[in-house]
């Protein structure tokens, strides 16, 4: 992803091999993205459920954080 953005600085906005990078950075996303949920489920096949109700506090103070920001912004 480091290397398609610093070929994006090097080239022009009509230059024809922008797409190409596009098209990777689509496919390091989709990987990347195939990966986390990999690795999530693999998580999830291990973990208690006193552990994932534990996440899951985790990850709504995260999104209550995360909705203080945006306001914040506004």
Do not use: C, M, Y
């Not at 230059?15 to 993205?33: C, F, M, R, W, Y």
């Amino acid at each position: 992803a480091k290397a398609n953005h610093e070929a994006l600085k090097a080239l022009g906005p009509g230059d024809p091999e922008v797409q190409n990078i596009a098209i990777s950075n689509g496919e390091l996303a989709t990987e990347a993205t195939l990966l986390f949920a990999r690795v999530r489920g693999e998580i999830d096949a291990v973990l208690t459920d006193e552990q994932r109700a534990e996440l899951a506090e985790l990850k709504d103070r995260a999104g209550d954080r995360r909705g203080d920001r945006k306001k914040r912004r506004q």
